[in-house]
């Protein structure tokens, strides 16, 4: 079936994400390089519903490796949720000649292209591009690890006032449903405490632990919290922390889409790089409905079913080490 | 009556800026190199009240010209804006012989100088240290260009996602009485449009500049926001364009402290080390009551009345320029 | 005279800078506001020569001005040294109805664009592009900033090993003729010495000067060399350094190419839009031969000899600011 | 008989690493945790034979997890390689009461706590702290992922002028008998062609894959050269292509030690973090002559002689990656 395959549709979908580009430029190059066609589709499914595609060539990708976003643009596509979007978007689909479809996005966008693939019968293979890490099927999504940088850069600076100021920062990062960010960059920013989704956590537990730092003579600390912790959002914690413990001098910061955007790094770039060729060749070895991801270090492909419904767990290990440095 | 200074204190008030380390690195290197004592107070004038000093040599203030943030730390007291306050720091002046004061802070930590000099006849040379750049008598504050820098590079990643999913994007910067880096940082970052305190503004306006940059092909935006804007702060205003123009995806970033943090950059050492070593010249030269600052790029003394009451103004040019780009 | 400007060419000459990419936008931008049309010209001189423009709107300039380098390409012109050359250029000029020029360069791309105007008459404006920041007629030079900040940075790492190691570091920077980027460089990275073109420089000092460091205490030291320093070269330096004191761990890095690339700063932005802005405003008030710069954080214009015959000096406040926080 | 550990001693050996303090900081935490003493011993061996010695408490190890090299100093110990000086290093760790050894280091360092143990019978467990990622036992060492993003940031800074001159760069890279970084950096920063020493290359190659780019379509180039490539050296490289290719413009550079250096990323931090704590819980456990490191994601042990003799192996697929990707 994948000897068939002679041009292939890739677009980016759902929340941009830093690589994504580089995913997108790994996927025109190895179709080169296959000797078949690759054509962009702007906006997510949005541009196979309005017939907005382009031509690419190895030379059309140059120098966006190290650029944020997408080049094609992205899009949470209404539309194609419904039945009469999915078949403008097959017609458009046919009309442009393309065999197969990548899908550069999260869980939300593969399941479109599930349905799709179930009504239509379109071969598509799906590359994870969000930084939240949520994803099963793979160590690794692309973006996530630019993003945690950011976050760290960004505590870094907080840090100095922190220090300077004897303070208590309170800081929101990205994670609606997963503690990934939150947890890593928690442990690399030395954060004191750290609140993720997947943990119950309490106020009274986070007061404790700050009353700890400061018995063990810290004078400032950073408190991160992911954006889907269960206990009412960042500011609420502040001030429930501070009705207890007025003498903190606390500050709330909520970083925001800054964790979206900028220069993938050299892990993103490498990781968007080895799924877009992985991509290519899955669609024309004949593979469909499957995720590309890399797991120890390896390609794998996990069926597209299991990624959207499966996830991946926080390591009770790192829960473990973010305790023992706290200390 | 500068011949008479042996021994200088050092110390940082108000928020902290990167740069303050470099210029107490220079203010404790001056003074040995010419040959005299410097005395770090810890927390502002806190340290003065409650004794807290360390002596410092030029070993002691290796590696932090890099650093954010200030090592003496940094309060706002309260307690010095008692007589019984500065009656207790004058005592703790006396009692560790320093000679004159070096004042590394903003126009809130120059007067609590100014009234101590009065009440005492302490000799003290400020250095403007604050992100903020509002202060009469230097061209330049130490930090706020490093402040400019970080919001700028915090917006190009906003203008990633802002470009990939054809949204405008409302950003809070620091600013409560000053535009300088709202406006500096638009200019930087491309904005379509810039709100600061010093300039009255409207939503009808904002909303004019968004249609036009609309009509001429713009498909993202992003508006840069002052915190001391006068129309009721970024989530109001967002609010106000959302209601006339619902087809807009409109997000509100607002980037809080992060700004005040960071290494500083290579013109803010550079100033920093510079008028750390003017404060340390002028007062053995038997100047007090003034601000070292930069004009021009000299050296000036100013009047630490002055300095206090008049503020620098927006140069109407970089109005006209930020006009002029965003067609 | 300048009321018949219609029509304006712009090119980026010699060394690429950050920020020339801020100045073709601004550039751009400004025509569009005076409502007169801009054409870019590609690989500097070259394509004038060889016919190589493309028109240019406010959009064709969007988002470029946070991009390193120049869209337009530069080159060093050969044939436009030619007479030969300088009359096709003119043709090509004519052709494309052409009434005057915007070169973006340093002093040979100004040099260049004077013999022009003297053989055909063809008025210019110059804005100076080049890291040395060593033009006549300007404060700050496009890139100047953004290099310092690279090199700044540069060094901070390898602090970190000179620091780890107790080692010397000898660091060569950019500046064939001028010491602007090593003396401010080497102030805000702590350098132990500085060595720049200005100024005569022996072996035996800088050996005296790191013997002073070690015995104030100092293990490590950075010393900061600019290309054009008049010892023979970093390499042969560190050399006799080594033949003097066989105990030092002495390690030699060459910062290159590294300084001329990169994201330009807000400052380098800001210029450059200013200066562009500058450029198109001179023109269109008959103003030509002249070079847009900054003097005193305003808007001035020097005679094009002047800026390519004089040259700016170094301050020597600052090499006394060196020395003292060497100590 | 990890039971009977009370107080480890923990040094930082060879080159320095970013993520070093980081791990340093994990140990201490981790030995409090514990409820074990720590002591930090300067100079890598050389604090042993010098009895030069700190003892640590979670507050000595404060905001050093975002400090590139190490607190405490490193050094290659030539005296350590001798009997005489291992049997001072013994005599100072009975003195000051050590029962372990946490070595952060490289290979030799391994090397030289390996033949420590065999004559004094001191337990200890190595961190795989080196930019150069060529340790066995690990997929990742401390200081690899930093390194990588300093060398795609260096060659983005390097592609502006590149392309901006239509130049071709050949960038050295430090991996004196391992490509991970050439190999990775080059991947992620678009490079032309890659040379390793894993790898036999000719200069007949490299100008075939070279022309290839040119025929593409391609202006400019980056090469990234390792510098434990086999052909001769960067210089020597770049004067055979030019030899060949005259009208090629070609430049050089070196990147040299700023790789050493820098703020730890985030997962450097993570990382070192994480085999901080593993190196403590296995010393208590009983283990030694083991390194702790990450494989799968998961802490492993693996015996300092297989550590010290294997190698990491370049994934052929990372080739073919960098083959498809330079089409």
């Known amino acids: 079936m994948g000897k068939n395959i002679k041009r292939i549709g890739v677009l980016t979908s759902g929340g941009d994400a830093p690589g994504m580009n580089a995913a997108l430029r790994a996927v025109v190059r190895a179709c080169k390089y296959y000797q078949i066609e690759s054509i962009g589709i702007r906006q997510g499914y949005e541009g196979l519903i ?46 442009n000649n393309l065999d197969a479809l990548v899908v550069i996005g999260g869980d939300g966008s593969f399941t479109g292209a599930n349905i799709f693939h179930k009504e239509y019968n379109v071969p598509f293979i799906g590359i994870p591009g969000t930084i939240d890490n949520d994803i099963f099927g793979t160590d690794f999504t692309i973006g996530y690890d630019t993003a945690l940088n950011t976050v760290v850069e960004a505590v870094d600076k907080l840090r100095d006032t922190a220090t300077s100021h004897d303070r208590v920062f309170f800081v929101e990062v990205m994670g609606r449903d997963a503690g990934f960010i939150a947890l890593n960059s928690g442990i690399a920013s030395g954060a004191q405490d750290i609140l993720i989704p997947e943990q119950r956590d309490s106020v009274e537990d986070l007061c404790d632990s700050l009353e700890r730092s400061e018995e063990s003579g810290k004078k400032s600390s950073i408190v991160i919290i992911a954006e889907g912790e269960q206990l009412g959002g960042v500011y609420e914690i502040a001030k429930q ?5 007025q003498e903190y001098d606390i500050r709330v910061t909520v970083l925001g889409h800054i964790q979206r955007g900028g220069s993938p790094t050299c892990h993103d770039r490498v990781l968007a790089s080895r799924l877009g060729i992985a991509a290519v060749e899955g669609l024309l070895e004949g593979k469909t409905n499957l995720m590309a991801g890399i797991r120890s270090n390896k390609i794998v492909f996990t069926p597209i079913d299991e990624a959207i419904i499966k996830h991946n767990e926080i390591d009770t290990e790192l829960i473990k080490v973010a305790n023992i440095l706290a200390i």
């Open 50 to 95: 309005n017939n907005d595609m382009i031509e690419l060539g190895p030379r059309s990708v140059k120098n966006i490796i190290n650029q944020g976003g997408t080049i094609l643009k992205t899009a949470r596509s209404t539309e194609f949720r419904t039945p009469e979007g999915r078949k403008k978007a097959y017609e458009h689909l046919q009309k």
């Open 241 to 245: 922390v501070k009705a207890r413990h």
